[in-house]
């Protein structure tokens, strides 16, 4: 149906509330969420009310002045994101998309709240700082890459690792699960990747219904679970220096995986909790894609045309400071990569790989067996879970 200055139109039921600089704007029936200036706003109440594009266009462009305004242009987007009911009295025909099955709503939010409040997100702070201070004072705490290897055997060193760093990842994203309980909302925990990692995702897109200052412990939620575990272990450590070898190296082993996930989370370039508690203290949202986009076209890397995101005024200096921070994580990947897991995995490719030559009736064998069957199980998740991103990306395209 063909917009002109004359048409009126009628929004989907939508929640409008203020956020850090602009406004969040939630369809009630698909559950999602987007961004939109005050001048949209101002519009789409215009619409609401039943007054005409050409007249709602001549009233933003008086008040407005130093604003862009094009009605036709901006109702097509609000037809894109399916937010028209009505076009001139006609309800729209359309096909729409079923809100994500997200639940948790079994724990109750008193729970959540016994994790996450005044009191224990002060305790989450001290506990960080006394890590701090343990590592500053004991260098010889911070993990080495021999702490992954507990055992002799290397199979079982890769069984502990999988397993228990699985078992970490976990109560990481419980953390978040907790968090976004305590305020009443729900959400799921699924199969992602960053680059070349595979990671458990919580899903907390229902945090845009909160406040930005109530979005940061949601956000920080795995990383205080995280310090906690970390605390103990540490602890622990100090505690019993000639303790049981194998609690001694479940401790170690914990230090190693809580740190390599702290480091990782720092490299913002990527998304993790930190690049949200990035974006939220900015304001600039969709900061990754933004910033691709800038990199993309001052580096003339592609030359087909880019999926568009879109830039609000007083962002692209943030934008910057993001694509320098882009650079420092990149560095920091390589330096993890470089130190710790290229080596190790070179280390047990050598170690195990030979006992093809020995048979079935070796150790070594069955050693090279289960290690090789791990390494392509890693493949095979990473691999869908990179497809899945792909036709996501595809359809939003």
């Known amino acids: 149906m063909r917009l002109t200055l004359d048409s009126r139109l009628l929004l989907e039921q939508v929640y409008i509330h203020k956020d850090n600089k602009n406004y969040i704007v939630e369809d009630m029936v698909s559950g999602e969420f987007y961004e939109m200036p005050e001048v949209c706003i101002d519009a789409i109440n215009q619409m609401n009310n039943g007054v005409t594009l050409g007249q709602i266009e001549r009233g933003l462009k008086e008040k407005y002045p130093k604003e862009d305004v094009d009605l036709i242009h901006f109702a097509n987007q609000l037809l894109d994101l ?4 009505e076009i001139d009295g006609a309800k729209l025909k359309k096909q729409q998309q079923a809100k994500d099955h997200l639940g948790f709503l079994l724990i109750s939010p008193k729970i959540g709240k016994f994790f996450f409040n005044r009191f224990s997100n002060s305790l989450y702070v001290i506990l960080f700082v ?56 729900p959400t799921k925990v699924e199969v992602g990747h960053r680059l070349f990692f595979i990671v458990l995702e919580t899903d907390m897109s229902p945090v845009w219904k909160l406040g930005p200052k109530d979005r940061h412990i949601l956000f920080l939620a795995g990383l205080c679970f995280d310090t906690v575990i970390l605390f103990i272990s540490l602890i622990y450590l100090l505690i019993f220096p000639n303790g049981p070898s194998l609690a001694r190296g479940l401790m170690g082993l914990a230090v190693f995986d809580i740190v390599m996930r702290i480091i990782f989370q720092c490299c913002i370039y990527m998304k993790t909790d930190l690049y949200y508690v ?10 990754m894609e933004n910033a691709l986009q800038t990199i993309k076209k001052r580096l003339s890397l592609f030359k087909m045309k880019l999926h568009e995101e879109v830039v609000f005024a007083g962002e692209q200096t943030t934008i910057i400071i993001y694509s320098i921070f882009t650079m420092l994580g990149i560095a920091a990947t390589i330096a993890v990569y470089s130190i710790y897991f290229i080596p190790d995995v070179i280390d047990a490719g050598k170690y195990l790989l030979p006992g093809y030559k020995e048979g079935p009736t070796s150790l070594a064998f069955w050693d090279a067996i289960v290690f ?22 595809k359809h939003r395209n």
């Open 82 to 85: 399916n937010l028209i009911d």
């Open 130 to 185: 006394i890590n701090l201070i343990l590592f500053i004072k004991n260098p010889s705490l911070f993990p080495e890459r021999e702490d992954i290897f507990v055992f002799d055997i290397m199979v079982f060193n890769v069984l502990l690792w999988l397993s228990f760093t699985f078992f970490l990842v976990l109560i990481h994203e419980f953390g978040h699960v907790l968090a976004m309980r305590a305020q009443n909302l």
């Open 278 to 287: 990035f974006e939220n203290i900015t304001g600039c949202y969709n900061l």
């Open 372 to 393: 090789s069957l791990q390494v392509s199980i890693y493949m095979l998740v990473l691999l869908s879970s990179w497809r899945k991103k792909y036709t996501q990306n």
